[in-house]
């Protein structure tokens, strides 16, 4: 079964650049679109990224997605980090029809 | 825009049933382009897929759970439900509703946090 393996947080400062892995495990991850989710303290989750590499409306363009097969896993990158970025982040794929989340990432902006 | 919202009794005993129902609006449930799910998050963890119910019916589940989960559809009511059966405390959780476009949960409830408690 496919399981996605996160950093468990990561930190960095204001106006730098971050980039949270997702790799994949007994399974490929350039098999199945890979989504991105941001959840802020409190909040339910919203989508940052979505079919490895699309932003969705109102998603500012310093989020991107990317996939390198070579190493089996995703990643989420936002440049220009600002304070309201500091939330958790959770990678989703497929694994056949099932669905599966990565144990989430939480990123602080100090 | 779809909008999706949870209600259902935030505690329940030991061994007994959750059911949650998840309302629908600014959407049609019986169209294909979407399709319904469930999800939770025990306090201070990770999101865990419950399963997805499509237009058809057709229903998909978490294998870790799928001998103690039923979802449903009622179009009529714009609703559609969760049964867990047979609870413990390790089913406590915030349980969120979702509508599903393509390979994304697009559109997530507030969620309902539900606890398993005597």
């Known amino acids: 079964n496919l399981l996605l393996t996160q950093p468990h947080s990561v930190s960095e400062s204001p106006g730098k650049t971050v980039t949270i892995s997702c790799t994949a495990s007994?399974?490929?991850?350039?098999?199945?679109?890979v989504q991105w989710y941001q959840q802020r303290p409190g909040s339910a989750p919203t989508t940052v990224i979505y079919e490895d590499d699309h932003r969705p409306s109102g998603v500012p363009d310093r989020f991107s997605g990317s996939i390198d097969r070579s190493s089996n896993s995703a990643s989420l990158t936002i440049s220009g980090l600002k304070t309201e970025d500091e939330a958790d982040y959770y990678c989703q794929s497929y694994d056949a029809d099932y669905v599966v989340f990565g144990g989430g990432t939480k990123l602080t902006v100090l | 825009q779809v909008q999706v919202q949870e209600s259902g009794p935030g505690l329940v005993k030991p061994s007994e049933t959750l059911s949650l129902t998840c309302n629908v609006s600014?959407?049609?449930?019986?169209?294909?382009?979407?399709?319904w799910g469930w999800i939770r998050q025990p306090p201070g963890k990770g999101l865990e897929w419950i399963g997805n119910i499509y237009h058809r019916g057709t229903t998909q589940y978490n294998s870790s759970l799928k001998s103690r989960v039923t979802t449903s559809v009622d179009t009529s009511k714009n609703q559609f439900s969760l049964r867990l059966t047979s609870v413990t405390a390790a089913d406590t959780a915030m349980y969120y509703c979702?509508?599903?476009?393509?390979?994304?949960?697009?559109?997530w409830g507030q969620g309902t946090l539900v606890t398993v408690s005597s």
């Open positions: 979702v509508c599903g476009v393509g390979t994304t949960f697009e559109y």
């Open positions: 600014g959407g049609s449930m019986s169209s294909s382009a979407y399709y």
């Open positions: 007994s399974g490929s991850i350039g098999d199945n679109f």
